[in-house]
């Protein structure tokens, strides 16, 4: 056990000299053993060790747990930090299975313990038998190859350095050494569906293949190969259709649905989000359909389909009230990511500024105060050299804006109406006029 362990150190290059670990200890045989055999290469690899052990408060008998790391941590003179939560009542505060309850406590646990004791690095017990049972139980959920790789061996500052190393190797390494664990009671209720496949399920598997762990493991790490392709491919997609907004909505559209789905879920993933395939679908079919819409998905995410691009975000409300704008001065309005410069200078001989950006303005013709704020359904301008008045929102599609930018759209506002819609129309019934001998003059750039 040691030499795999020594193996997958190296071949992952899970730690670095120097470093100090911090070793998840439940008292079970897989962390004590991953405990004893960090510590007895902690020196060939230049590292120092620290203990935490969390009490999930889930049973009532685990002050023998407590007993069995609190003496591992003195005989080996290693820091211990200790903490003991409520994950029934976790659980049942926000509407989780006990199992996720557990799992959450805990990162949250060993991630504190980790900064308090200096440690770089978070050395999990986690073994080949249970990389197998987790891809058993992601293939019975139905998931893609993202889930059916099962966990990883290295994630951020997790390493899990027997990944190679079943169960029954940290028992015997255990038994062989003297090295004392508990076995929690809790692994052996059926009824729980990780414990079914690890009693009933894996067991029944080696009768068709002896090696059916190895088997799942070698598939797991194929798998993982397959989903660094597939991210690969996702990102490389979304480099091609990137826009000023967003992706092109032609360009994604042209793809087959199953890389069209790379490409959400990727989008979904920069947001720190995993969509389920439900979600995927509904984002699918309405790209199918070739017209406008939104797809609301979980956490406050929508994905919008409309204006030539395909969008996913954080859902927000439009920027409500009016932003004074400074006459002269610069003035950043943060709601609208703009920043905004109003000059009086003396008219220039020509008044196509030809940046849509910037334009010129009858002094003459603005009536204080002057702001910037976002469309309502009301707003008109008359367009230079019509007589007739059009609705800012109508204009607004006809630009092909989509719906959802339409009302964050921003508008230069006096007190009589609109005199800009910024970065499109400027408002006819405030062009210069011919007697101006000084015009404003205003532009906008993003923040």
Same mark, same amino acid.
């Given at each position: 056990?040691?030499?795999?362990?020594?193996?997958?150190?190296?071949?992952?290059?899970?730690?670095?000299?120097?470093?100090? /670990?911090?070793?998840?200890?439940?008292?079970?045989?897989?962390?004590?053993?991953?405990?004893?055999?960090?510590?007895?290469?902690?020196?060939? &690899?230049?590292?120092?060790?620290?203990?935490?052990?969390?009490?999930?408060?889930?049973?009532?008998?685990?002050?023998?747990?407590?007993?069995?790391?609190?003496?591992?941590?003195?005989?080996?003179?290693?820091?211990?930090?200790?903490?003991?939560?409520?994950?029934?009542?976790?659980?049942?505060?926000?509407?989780?299975?006990?199992?996720?309850?557990?799992?959450?406590?805990?990162?949250?646990?060993?991630?504190?313990?980790?900064?308090?004791?200096?440690?770089?690095?978070?050395?999990?017990?986690? +073994?080949?038998?249970?990389?197998?049972?987790?891809?058993?139980?992601?293939?019975?959920?139905?998931?893609?190859?993202?889930?059916?790789?099962? &966990?990883?061996? /290295?994630?951020?500052?997790?390493?899990?350095?027997?990944?190679? /190393?079943?169960?029954?190797?940290?028992?015997? !390494?255990?038994?062989?050494?003297?090295?004392?664990?508990?076995?929690?009671?809790?692994?052996?209720?059926?009824?729980?569906?990780?414990?079914?496949?690890?009693l009933e399920l894996l067991p029944k598997l080696t009768k068709?293949?002896?090696?059916?762990?190895?088997?799942?493991?070698?598939?797991?790490?194929?798998? #993982?190969?397959?989903?660094?392709?597939?991210?690969?491919?996702?990102?490389?997609?979304?480099?091609?259709?990137?826009?000023?907004?967003?992706?092109?909505?032609?360009?994604?559209?042209?793809?087959?649905?199953?890389?069209?789905?790379?490409? /959400?879920?990727?989008?979904?993933?920069?947001?720190?989000?995993?969509?389920?395939?439900?979600?995927?679908?509904?984002?699918?079919?309405?790209?199918?359909?070739?017209?406008?819409?939104?797809?609301?998905?979980?956490?406050?995410?929508?994905?919008?389909?409309?204006?030539?691009? !395909?969008?996913?975000?954080?859902?927000?409300?439009?920027?409500?009230?009016?932003?004074?704008?400074?006459?002269?001065?610069? +003035?950043?309005?943060?709601?609208?990511?703009?920043?905004?410069?109003?000059?009086?200078?003396?008219?220039?001989?020509?008044?196509?500024?030809?940046?849509?950006?910037?334009?010129?303005?009858?002094?003459?013709?603005?009536?204080?105060?002057? #702001?910037?704020?976002?469309?309502?359904?009301?707003?008109?301008?008359?367009? !230079?050299?019509?007589?007739?008045?059009?609705?800012?929102?109508?204009?607004?599609?006809?630009?092909?804006?989509?719906?959802?930018?339409?009302?964050?759209?921003?508008?230069?506002?006096?007190?009589?109406?609109?005199?800009?819609?910024?970065?499109?129309?400027?408002?006819?019934?405030?062009?210069?006029?011919?007697?101006?001998?000084?015009?404003? &003059?205003?532009?906008?750039?993003?923040?």
């Amino acid at each position: 056990m040691l030499e795999k362990v020594r193996e997958t150190l190296r071949r992952h290059r899970m730690v670095s000299p120097g470093e100090r /670990v911090l070793v998840a200890v439940s008292g079970g045989a897989d962390s004590m053993a991953l405990l004893y055999g960090l510590f007895w290469l902690r020196k060939e &690899f230049r590292i120092e060790l620290a203990i935490a052990h969390l009490d999930h408060g889930i049973r009532a008998d685990t002050a023998e747990d407590l007993r069995i790391v609190r003496t591992a941590a003195a005989d080996l003179g290693l820091p211990l930090a200790y903490e003991r939560v409520d994950a029934p009542g976790y659980a049942k505060e926000h509407k989780l299975n006990l199992e996720e309850a557990a799992r959450r406590l805990r990162r949250d646990f060993l991630r504190r313990a980790a900064q308090e004791l200096g440690a770089q690095k978070i050395a999990l017990g986690h +073994t080949r038998t249970d990389l197998a049972e987790t891809i058993l139980l992601h293939l019975l959920r139905g998931a893609g190859p993202a889930g059916l790789r099962g &966990f990883l061996p /290295v994630v951020g500052p997790f390493i899990r350095p027997l990944i190679d /190393v079943s169960r029954e190797e940290t028992r015997a !390494f255990c038994e062989a050494h003297a090295i004392p664990f508990r076995d929690d009671p809790t692994n052996y209720d059926t009824r729980l569906t990780r414990n079914a496949i690890r009693l009933e399920l894996l067991p029944k598997l080696t009768k068709f293949n002896p090696q059916a762990e190895e088997a799942l493991a070698r598939a797991a790490e194929l798998l #993982g190969q397959t989903q660094e392709v597939l991210a690969w491919t996702a990102q490389k997609l979304r480099a091609e259709l990137r826009r000023e907004r967003g992706l092109d909505l032609a360009g994604l559209r042209a793809l087959p649905p199953p890389v069209q789905a790379l490409v /959400v879920r990727a989008l979904a993933h920069e947001h720190g989000i995993a969509l389920y395939r439900k979600h995927v679908e509904a984002v699918l079919r309405s790209l199918s359909r070739g017209e406008a819409a939104e797809v609301h998905l979980p956490q406050g995410l929508v994905a919008r389909i409309g204006g030539g691009l !395909f969008v996913v975000e954080k859902e927000s409300p439009p920027p409500t009230g009016t932003w004074p704008l400074a006459i002269p001065g610069e +003035t950043e309005v943060a709601a609208f990511g703009l920043a905004f410069r109003v000059e009086r200078i003396a008219r220039p001989a020509e008044l196509d500024t030809k940046d849509r950006f910037a334009v010129y303005v009858s002094p003459s013709r603005v009536q204080p105060p002057f #702001g910037v704020r976002a469309p309502t359904r009301a707003d008109v301008i008359r367009p !230079f050299g019509r007589t007739d008045l059009v609705r800012v929102w109508d204009l607004l599609a006809k630009e092909g804006v989509p719906r959802w930018e339409r009302a964050r759209w921003p508008l230069v506002v006096d007190a009589r109406g609109v005199v800009w819609v910024v970065g499109l129309r400027l408002n006819g019934e405030y062009a210069v006029l011919p007697e101006d001998a000084e015009v404003l &003059f205003l532009r906008a750039w993003k923040l």
